[in-house]
């Protein structure tokens, strides 16, 4: 069960989907993503995937650093193709931590853990 939002993030997860690249995100949607543990990328301003030449089809090799930080910029690059670069769009500590345990679920059930 879930709102058709609470979808829009699970059904990727399920799917095995690890990043999402837009234009622009709803703030709901966006913070479902985060919940879920998918990482939520933006194109920089004035790009999207028309003016890259992204039709869907293509595989990305993603460059995560291990030193994150909110809003920091992230190398996307199309195996085969052109490399470009995104916004990391985790907006606060609290949401990197939850990316790092694979979600808000594994986030809170380590806490409950670790607490016992």
Do not use: C
Not at 62 to 87: C, E, N, R, Y
Not at 100 to 114: A, P
Request: aromatic share 8%; net charge neutral; proline share 4%.
């Amino acid at each position: 069960s879930g709102s058709s939002r609470d979808w829009a993030a699970k059904g990727p997860y399920l799917l095995g989907v690890k990043a999402v690249i837009a234009v622009t995100y709803e703030r709901i949607h966006r913070g479902n993503l985060v919940g879920m543990g998918i990482i939520p990328l933006q194109f920089k301003d004035g790009q999207d995937a028309d003016k890259l030449g992204l039709t869907g089809k293509e595989q990305f090799n993603i460059d995560m650093p291990a030193d994150l930080t909110p809003h920091q910029d992230i190398t996307v690059s199309v195996v085969g193709g052109p490399s470009f670069s995104v916004v990391l769009r985790f907006d606060t500590a609290v949401e990197l931590a939850y990316y790092r345990h694979g979600g808000i679920l594994h986030y809170v059930l380590r806490r409950l853990v670790t607490s016992s």
